[in-house]
């Protein structure tokens, strides 16, 4: 019997999305990742006295437009708190974030799971600023504090403990981070920590009504991860309960190295945040016309692309899939079928399978493709008018990303153009029946699968250039008829 | 001169019988030949700054107060000029920016002479509670100035300035203007921008300015106020104009006074002095109407929940990490780090405060203190409202006693009392000054007028009307004339 035939478990996150904003939610400072340490830090930053945060306003139009996304209740009137603790990487001495009206209520979103799709209700998601960091290893017996991060803006979306699994923690997580790609809000940097998350896991009895003590498992920031960590900390609760000893109320951190979870703080060392709301901040009226300005410019959500792609265009609904939830990718997508005379499908077909190929032989994004939507608009129109082959058309992709040469350049240049001329082909197809009697009799013998060997035979001898279409008539015309 | 109006300074200078620069010398010399005894000044100016005399000197015909000396209080940042608040946590702190307070007023062409005491992070009503020592009161050395803005109270009835700026959260500004016998006006919460004034009370705290007279104040007002894009709570509204009245007639004013408020008043000479004044302003042709406010008497005790629970917040920042006091006597320990620096750093009223604060902040405690204060506060301005709806004014004490002598309150909370009369009007963000109205014991006596919200205009006018037919605000303390 394994540990969740015995035991349910009870998974809700807390994931901190970093808006993707030019600047801080309370300052004019840059909110750049990556610059020189203290290179990104006003006076407010570094709390010097007597200064005020003024809000982003552009941090509310993402907040609501996440509230909208997730079909959330949104208040009329929010409010910031301060959350006051003690840190090197805290300069005010509190962080600003949000208590009572959260600027984003009640929501929900769909994942998808082995026993279809579930519903996972969101509690809230509020706006907070994010602290700066300490670095430990870099001075021996100091401790290093870059502001940098101090102030950035960040949602924090707090779900409801509905998820089973580690499997189903990642889907939300994924679905989350779809959702906020796809919005534009997130620039869905892992490593550089945009993108993040708490884990609240508890076990109970099997079928039992009450929660379980949980444990908190702090600063996920992988898929990967965060599957690893549930399942590493559901295994040690239930080991633990079944010794009959009790789960302590804690936060833990996740050891990727060794793969385990391992206490950071108990709940008596809990800080008492003294949580008011902050008098230098006024309440916030959020008004109709803020909420009907994010409705106009909220994207195209990936479920609907995904019914537009296989109802509309004909797209088939596995390579719909891949392309509508892959925010990059669709926007791809969109943008080639825009140019382009070819079928949706076929476009589809060649960029999930071929494009996608040479994405992860130069292990690159789509995002950061060296072949613009106009050039790879120019290759499908080469191979929705038959001038080259599939075959070819791979070839020519990975040259234009090589060279930044248009499609017709290149086919021209390498004469990659596909025969089509029938009278060549015929030329090319009578010899090779010629020179392989033992298959063509084989063949008319009933061996079906030798009539793949023949157009094998043809693209051999044409270096792929030969029409497939033509081809395959002619072979068929000459095989049967003699 | 040093009597003279910014009006009549103002003449004198755009007509140059008199330079910026005589200006600001006789004043900086009265500085530095009497602060020695008075201590209302922590930085004295070697001299003003040059592209100030120039701004000065361009402006001298566009700006009444082109030319004229001032003197911040302490919590006003000033870029490159020791800002410390009154504490030995920001003692060698120069901020790198000025107050928008700062510079609006360098942008009009006034002169900074220095910057004036106060108690440590404006806690207090004697400004005894300075680290750099307690300021004399120019009328009696043994006595208090009040405070916290003492420093500014004595500087200006020393005239050591004509003008200060000050800041008042429950009565910084009002108790000491009237202990000191001079003109100090605190405009609606949301009037003049907090940016750069280093917080004590973030919901409370509100600059405004002290002078001679009502009509000083109102144009230094008219430069200081107005909505700043810096202060979130500075609140958008038409630019605000000061024009004195004609006349000194108060013909269809309706003056609320508080009858239970005159009667609490222990000192004789105070409660009739306040009914002298009243009864001029009645003879100017004013109504007197009794008003109550219901919820006041629990003033005092909310207001010593929410401001230091504010401050408890405010003050986390003084860490000795980036800037200010860091201690020395420990290493590789931050949080011992932050015991002693916050130890050595704030005096015995700041702490008490901030444990105040952090307490009435915890977990189970928030909803009985905080949010229980809150309530009484919105119930304080409703009641205000109400008494609004039947009067123009309100014509209150500012304080219970005269100006007391130094060491003479030995316990918080007594002092914490002397706020009563002026609390509530900071609760309900109203705008209040005070005024000069006799002297009792040989000491000034103050009367407290309270406007409706934005409308400073009314209590300045009324001030103002009441100093064209008495001469209280004139008076000068014979050590310094």
């Known amino acids: 019997m394994s540990v969740v035939d015995r035991w349910d478990v009870v998974i809700g996150l807390e994931i901190h999305v970093r808006l993707d904003l030019d600047s801080k939610l309370f300052s004019g400072s840059s909110a750049r990742y990556g610059a020189s340490p203290n290179s990104q830090v006003s006076l407010l930053d570094a709390a010097i006295p007597g200064t005020l945060p003024v809000v982003n306003a552009k941090a ?38 949000q208590m009572d009206d959260p600027i984003v209520g009640k929501g929900r979103i769909e994942i998808a799971t082995e026993q279809g799709d579930k ?121 633990r309960l079944e010794a009959g000893k009790k789960i302590i109320q804690e936060t833990r951190l996740y050891d990727s190295d060794k ?26 009226k959020i008004t109709k016309a803020m909420i009907e300005r994010q409705q106009k410019l909220m994207p195209e959500l990936p479920e609907a692309k995904l019914k537009r792609y296989t109802e509309e265009l004909g797209v088939r609904t596995d390579e719909a899939l891949q392309l509508a939830y892959d925010v990059a990718m669709s926007r791809f997508f969109e ?128 270096q792929g250039q030969a029409n497939p279409v033509q081809t395959k008539q002619i072979l068929e015309e000459f095989l049967t008829n003699d | 001169m040093i009597n003279l109006s910014i ?50 000197k361009m402006l001298q015909k566009d700006s009444l107060l082109a030319g004229i000396p001032l003197i911040h209080k302490d919590l006003f940042c000033t870029q490159n000029v020791a800002t410390t608040c009154g504490s030995n946590m920001l003692k060698n702190f120069k901020p790198p920016y000025d107050a928008t307070v700062v510079s609006r007023l360098n942008q009009a062409g006034m002169l900074q002479l220095g910057k004036a005491n106060m108690d440590e992070f404006a806690m207090g009503s004697s400004n005894e509670y300075s680290a750099f020592g307690s300021v004399a009161n120019p009328w009696d050395s043994q006595r208090v100035p009040g405070g916290s803005s003492g420093g500014s109270a004595a500087a200006v009835a020393a005239r050591l300035t004509p003008v200060a700026t000050a800041s008042d ?66 609140i958008e509204a038409e630019p605000w104009s000061w024009q004195p009245p004609a006349t000194a007639s108060m013909k269809g004013l309706k003056v609320g006074v508080i009858p239970a408020w005159l009667d609490e008043l ?137 100006a007391f002598k130094k060491a003479e309150k030995s316990d918080g909370v007594s002092m914490y009392q002397a706020d009563k009369f002026t609390i509530p009007a900071s609760l309900a963000g109203l705008p209040c000054l005070s005024m000069p109205i006799a002297s009792a014991h040989n000491l000034p006596v103050g009367l407290q007028l309270i406007g409706p919200y934005f409308n400073e205009t009314a209590i300045l006018k009324v001030a103002t009307q009441f100093q064209m037919v008495s001469d209280y605000h004139l008076q000068m303390p014979e050590a310094y004339v």
């Not at chain 1, 300490?134 to 991060?149: F, M």
């Not at chain 1, 959702?179 to 896991?201: H, K, M, P, W, Y």
């Not at chain 2, 030949?33 to 592209?51: C, F």
Request: aromatic share 8%; charged share 25%; proline share 3%.
């Open chain 1, 60 to 97: 509310i139009d993402y907040a609501l437009r996440f509230g909208l996304s997730i079909a959330a209740e949104l208040p009329e009137v929010t409010r910031f708190a301060r959350k006051n603790y003690f840190y090197p990487d805290l300069p005010k001495g509190y962080q600003i974030s």
């Open chain 1, 119 to 239: 519903i996972i209700n969101i509690t809230r998601a509020h706006l907070e600023e994010d602290a700066g960091k300490s670095i430990h290893d870099v001075y021996d017996d100091w401790t290093a504090i870059d502001l940098n991060r101090a102030g950035t803006a960040l949602i924090e979306v707090v779900s409801e403990p509905e998820m089973q699994s580690a499997t189903e923690a990642v889907a939300y997580m994924r679905a989350i981070y779809n959702r906020v790609t796809f919005l534009g809000i997130c620039d869905g940097n892992l490593q550089e920590g945009s993108f993040r998350c708490d884990a609240n896991v508890s076990l109970k009895p099997k079928g039992s009504e009450t929660l379980g003590t949980r444990a908190e498992i702090k600063n996920l920031n992988s898929f990967r991860f965060i599957e690893k960590a549930i399942n590493y900390e559901i295994k040690r609760q239930a080991k």
């Open chain 1, 259 to 284: 793969d385990e979870t391992r206490s950071m703080r108990g709940k008596e060392d809990a800080n008492d945040y003294r949580y008011f709301p902050d008098p230098d901040l006024p309440a916030l």
């Open chain 1, 335 to 462: 943008a080639s079928q825009e140019l382009t005379q070819a079928e949706a499908a076929e476009n589809a077909k060649f960029l999930v399978t071929d494009f996608n190929a040479l994405l992860n032989e130069q292990s690159a994004h789509v995002a950061d493709s060296r072949v613009s939507a106009q050039q790879y608009a120019e290759l499908m129109d080469a191979l929705h008018e038959g001038l080259i082959s599939r075959q070819i058309g791979k070839k020519v992709l990975a040259e234009i990303w090589q060279t930044g040469q248009s499609a017709a350049t290149i086919i021209k240049q390498q004469n990659l153009a596909q025969i089509s001329d029938v009278d060549t082909l015929e030329i090319i197809i009578k010899e090779i029946i010629h020179s392989n009697p033992k298959q063509v009799q084989q063949y008319r013998d009933g061996n079906d699968k030798m009539f793949n060997f023949f157009i094998g035979q043809v693209m051999k001898q044409t």
């Open chain 2, 7 to 56: 009006r009549a300074l103002h003449e004198l200078l755009s007509t140059k019988q008199l330079s910026a620069a005589e200006l600001a010398s006789v004043y900086l010399d009265r500085c530095r030949r009497y602060n020695s005894e008075l201590n209302a000044l922590l930085h004295i100016l070697d001299d003003v700054n040059p592209a100030q005399l120039l701004q000065a």
């Open chain 2, 169 to 234: 959260t429950g009565g910084s500004i009002r108790q000491p203007a009237a202990m000191c016998g001079i003109t100090g006006i605190k405009p609606s919460y949301g009037r003049v921008s907090r940016y750069g004034m280093i917080a004590f009370a973030s919901s409370l705290d509100q600059g405004g300015v002290m002078a001679v007279s009502a009509d000083d104040c109102g144009i230094v007002l008219a430069t200081m106020m107005g909505h700043d894009n810096k202060d979130s709570t500075s």
């Open chain 2, 266 to 402: 222990q000192d004789e000479a105070i409660r009739q002095s306040s009914q002298q004044a009243l009864d001029l302003m009645v003879a100017q042709g004013a109504e007197l109407v009794a008003v109550e406010l219901p919820h006041a008497e629990l003033a005092v005790a909310a207001y010593y929940i929410l401001a230091p629970a504010e401050a408890s917040s405010n003050l986390g920042r003084f860490d000795g990490i980036r800037y200010g006091h860091q201690s020395q006597t420990v290493e590789r320990d931050i949080n011992a780090l932050y015991q002693h620096t916050r130890s050595e750093g704030f005096g015995a009223e700041v702490q008490r405060r901030i444990m105040l604060g952090t307490w009435a902040l915890s977990s189970g405690y928030y909803d009985d203190y905080y949010c229980q204060a809150q309530r009484i506060r919105r119930l304080i301005s409703e009641d205000f409202k109400q008494a609004f709806e039947q009067v123009d004014i309100m014509a209150v004490p500012v304080s219970p006693e005269v």
